[in-house]
């Protein structure tokens, strides 16, 4: 049986909302904090999760996420290691934000490389785009990193001015 639970962490970004999932029979898959994370969104966030009935507000289990996500914001952490919930979006989807989480940290990528990365030359660019703002993931699942071929911030869920500032914490924005 899974529970879906959630808590709200404060970030430069605003209010974090996370959500995650516990498995409450066989092995504890999701590590030592018990929690697959599911989604990690922000106010004003286009397609952000919204808390729903029978969700448990658990913020003790997003402890491990949390003390990440304060080293990420205070530049002392360049990488986040937590179990992330599965079978989320469609098999294209899920390549795209793979190909999300090699993008290195401080680097950018353009949609264009993405969709190259991916097998989705031409006009599977808009099809990468689509893919990319569907990530329910934002900041642990990097898709700030992604940038348009001119160099331009374009698209993002939680807005440009979010994008701009994640860039400014890893050094590849001015």
Request: proline content about 5%; glycine content about 16%; aromatic content about 6%.
């Amino acid at each position: 049986m899974t529970t879906t639970v959630y808590a709200r962490v404060e970030s430069p970004l605003g209010e974090l909302l996370l959500v995650g999932e516990v498995v409450a029979d066989g092995p504890d898959a999701a590590g030592a904090a018990g929690v697959r994370l599911r989604s990690l969104s922000m106010p004003g966030q286009k397609g952000g999760a919204v808390v729903q009935d029978g969700w448990r507000h658990a913020p003790e289990v997003f402890a491990e996420v949390a003390r990440q996500l304060e080293a990420y914001f205070a530049g002392r952490s360049t990488r986040f290691d937590v179990p992330l919930a599965e079978g989320a979006g469609t098999e294209f989807q899920r390549r795209v934000w793979a190909a999300l989480e090699s993008v290195p940290y401080g680097s950018t990528a353009s949609y264009g490389e993405i969709a190259a990365r991916v097998g989705a030359s031409g006009a599977g660019v808009r099809a990468v785009g689509t893919a990319i703002g569907r990530n329910p993931l934002l900041v642990v699942r990097p898709c700030h990193r992604v940038i348009g071929a001119d160099g331009a911030l374009r698209g993002y869920a939680g807005g440009l001015e979010r994008k701009k500032l994640l860039l400014g914490i890893e050094g590849g924005a001015d």
